[in-house]
């Protein structure tokens, strides 16, 4: 018989380790193979959140090695926007890590509390989140997240958002080193297609951010909203500046080839957002849009004049035959023609004799 969500919470209080620095106060959360603990650290009474991993409901090595990798990649960080590493205890047949505990609710409470974010508060909140990729990407190799979702972004007290739980981070682009080859580690809605087979890359984290964003837009889970394949159909659901909607669109494309190559060109268009500037998006837009300036369409049509000049010089020299060099003059005077009933109308009639 299946135990009940609340029974599963008993159980992990009731199993929570002993700590000599740092006594457990409440239960913040339990997993498949570990629970969270709200901790006050004996020493300074500093709030803290220790993640126990226990043996004994282990199911594979990958929960044992996932939960190393955060660890090890917490200990290497230091971002105001992250949690703070304070120590890792193996005691027991028990794994801790204790990190610093950011105070307030996660994006998902804090919007069924609230209601939906504005877009210009949804701009502040990208921007602030694309800061901690930014972050994130300038290690070598890039750490990718691998499971950015509403529920793991806390926003404290100050509307100010952190990104928790680097339970799934990757920290090589070496799918293979893995336990078991590729795992494919996310959330499903929010992880990019590539996760599914065991893949990952900057761009994969930008399209979760952009799942993310739509959800704080439309209080709608992925699921719930149409998808022309692979593609989420988000539009009829907001009300948004259409270069916003545009950027968008480009971060939750289903080909992480098509998306923002990083959190820097990302970063570059949620500025120019917020400043009302062109995004680069617009600006290619525009190139192709735009018509050409009237010097410019006389300098083309001059360089064309100018090529089949060449043409013909090229042809009169060249050993071609009589029957194509008269074939190519006729062409080229068509075209002379056509070019000349443009711009001055009907060719003058010749005279008689």
Not at 120 to 131: G, I, Y
Not at 331 to 342: G, L, N
Request: charged residues 20%; hydrophobic residues 35%.
């Amino acid at each position: 018989m299946q135990e009940s969500p609340a029974q599963d919470l008993m159980n992990a209080n009731s199993n929570a380790p002993s700590l000599p620095n740092y006594p457990i106060e409440s239960l913040l959360g339990s997993g498949g193979f570990g629970s969270s603990y709200l901790a006050r650290r004996e020493s300074d009474g500093l709030a803290c959140v220790v993640k126990v991993l226990a043996w004994d409901r282990l199911k594979d090595w990958k929960s044992l090695e996932l939960f190393e990798r955060e660890a090890k990649v917490l200990q290497g960080l230091s971002h105001p926007q992250i949690p703070q590493f304070l120590e890792y205890i193996q005691q027991d047949q028990t794994l801790c890590l204790v990190q610093s505990y950011v105070p307030g609710q996660s994006l998902e409470q804090w919007l069924k509390q609230k209601g939906n974010f504005t877009h210009s508060h949804v701009l502040d909140l990208a921007l602030s989140l694309t800061e901690i990729l930014v972050y994130l990407q300038k290690f070598s190799p890039p750490l990718i997240h691998r499971d950015i979702k509403p529920g793991n972004i806390i926003i404290d007290n100050r509307d100010q958002p952190h990104l928790i739980d680097f339970g799934a981070v990757r920290d090589t682009l070496n799918p293979a080193t893995e336990a078991g080859g590729s795992t494919v580690v996310g959330t499903f809605g929010y992880m990019a297609p590539e996760q599914f087979q065991g893949k990952a890359y900057p761009a994969s984290d930008i399209y979760s951010l952009g799942v993310t964003l739509i959800y704080a837009l439309t209080r709608k889970a992925p699921e719930e909203l149409e998808s022309t394949g692979l593609q989420l159909n988000f539009r009829p659901w907001v009300k948004l500046p259409e270069a916003f909607a545009d950027v968008l669109e480009k971060m939750i494309a289903p080909d992480w080839q098509h998306r923002y190559p990083d959190a820097k060109a990302l970063q570059t268009d949620l500025l120019a957002l917020k400043a009302g500037k062109p995004t680069s998006l617009q600006v290619q837009k525009n190139v192709w849009t735009e018509p050409l300036p009237a010097k410019y369409r006389t300098y083309l049509l001059l360089g064309g004049i100018t090529f089949l000049l060449f043409a013909v010089l090229w042809q009169m020299f060249s050993p071609v035959s009589q029957k194509n060099r008269e074939e190519i003059r006729k062409k080229i005077e068509r075209t002379y023609e056509e070019q000349y009933r443009e711009r001055y109308g009907p060719l003058p009639q010749k005279s008689p004799g």
